[in-house]
């Protein structure tokens, strides 16, 4: 077990916090969506309460290195100081003799938020001096960015050599869910991924299967799968390279006694476009015709599959979601678990958006604020932002 904020001596002292404040903005710069702000409240409360100083650190978007004003955090900053009801200064940078004076200067109960990190090509590299730089203004690091803890960067894992670190209350919220999962879940433990990339999730599969008692394929990466039992995919999205790793895991499943489930039938389009004209097809998609969502049949089967899970893990979009042709099955789908009772978390990314677009987030055990992470978590090598921490 990593330690905890909890188990760290912060009163009087200046606590430096990475957070995940990497928001979507409009054009204007506004935030169009503040779940991850909010996310963050209850270890920066807890701080504040202490008393403590507070020095907030976090990426925005991909700067690559350059200072990208559109991709600046002063509207976290101003939205942060919304919920929390007091002043959070916005600094210009992340490391400089402004902010060095800034920090020197603060009291308790003070907030401040270095500008984006990866206005620094320093932070994605993971550069020891400019890790250096970041602890030298805290005396306890504290990482609740559970987003970024599969990524070994600077504000990660390089600050870690220096100070005495501990995870956040959201970031120790989303291990407990995942190592639940990992290493007792309740049965019947079903797995529903469906997403668009393959590649992505086969180290996933290989370490769920010994867990899992069924596994529901969806999305486009199903017809990665139906290609290498010869079925007709027409001009779905393919990764060809992995039809034989699909076939694989066929007979891995099967070793591990678990049943996969892949659709039976397809909503079909000839274009991708938001009024595509749609029909179903059984079992083979024709030439020509992509296959976009899961048909009916499916939802059904797929439903049957799940109705007497204790514990359910679904990571990635059933079909192509975005456009409202081919939104039914992750729907459907959605709904259906929401009824169930049963431990049910849902991976980050655009799976924790369509469940939000349909407000059922309060119906679920938990939606992971990582995706990209989740999904390594589940690949069970631990997460380097994670594993530098101290041990309780
Ligand atoms: P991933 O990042 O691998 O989880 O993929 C997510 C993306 O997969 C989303 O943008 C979905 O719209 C997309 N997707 C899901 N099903 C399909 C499909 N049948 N064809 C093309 N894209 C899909």
Redo the contacts with the bound molecule.
């Keep these: 077990m990593k330690k905890t904020v909890k188990d760290m001596d912060i009163r009087g002292k200046r606590v430096l916090e990475r957070v995940d404040f990497n928001v979507p903005l409009d054009e204007k710069g506004r935030i169009t969506d503040d779940t991850r702000i909010r996310a963050a409240l209850p270890t920066i409360q807890y701080i504040l309460k202490a008393p403590a100083k507070l020095i907030l650190m976090s990426h925005l978007g991909r700067p690559k290195g350059e200072a990208i004003p559109a991709m600046s955090l002063a509207p976290c900053a101003k939205r942060l100081s919304e919920l929390l009801r007091r002043p959070v200064k916005m600094m210009k940078d992340c490391v400089s003799s402004d902010v060095e004076k800034e920090v020197a200067s603060m009291k308790d109960g003070d907030v401040i938020l270095l500008e984006n990190l990866r206005f620094h090509k320093e932070e994605t590299k993971n550069n020891p001096e400019f890790a250096k730089k970041l602890a030298s203004l805290g005396e306890v690091f504290i990482n609740d960015a559970f987003g970024t803890c599969h990524r070994a960067h600077a504000s990660t894992e390089g600050v870690t050599k220096f100070l005495p670190s501990a995870m956040g209350l959201l970031v120790e919220k989303e291990v407990e869910y995942f190592d639940k999962i990992l290493t007792s879940p309740e049965k019947p433990f079903v797995l529903i991924l469906?997403?668009?990339?393959v590649s992505?999730k086969i180290a996933v599969i290989e370490n769920m299967l010994p867990k899992i008692d069924s596994l529901l394929i969806?999305?486009?990466?199903?017809?990665t799968f139906l290609k290498s039992r010869l079925k007709g995919v027409g001009s779905?999205?393919l990764e060809e390279d992995n039809v034989e790793v699909a076939a694989e895991l066929f007979s891995k499943a099967r070793e591990s006694n678990v049943s996969i489930f892949l659709p039976e039938d397809h909503v079909i389009a000839k274009t991708?476009t938001p009024d595509a004209r749609t029909k179903v097809a059984k079992e083979h998609i024709p030439d020509g015709w992509?296959?976009?969502?899961i048909g009916p049949r499916t939802i059904k089967k797929f439903k049957e599959a799940l109705k007497d899970a204790k514990t359910i893990l679904w990571?990635?979009?059933?079909?192509?979601?975005?456009f409202k042709p081919?939104r039914r099955g992750t729907t459907e789908i959605a709904k259906f678990i929401a009824r169930l009772d049963a431990v049910k978390v849902i991976g980050g990314?655009?799976t924790a958006a369509a469940i939000n677009e349909l407000k059922l987030g309060p119906k679920m055990s938990h939606i992971s604020t990582g995706?990209g992470a989740s999904l390594e978590y589940l690949e069970g090598k631990g997460l380097p932002g994670i594993t530098a921490l101290e041990d309780k």
């Design positions: 469906g997403g668009a990339k992505d969806g999305g486009a990466m199903a017809y779905s999205k991708i992509i296959g976009l969502d990571n990635g979009p059933l079909g192509y979601f975005e081919f990314g655009d995706g």
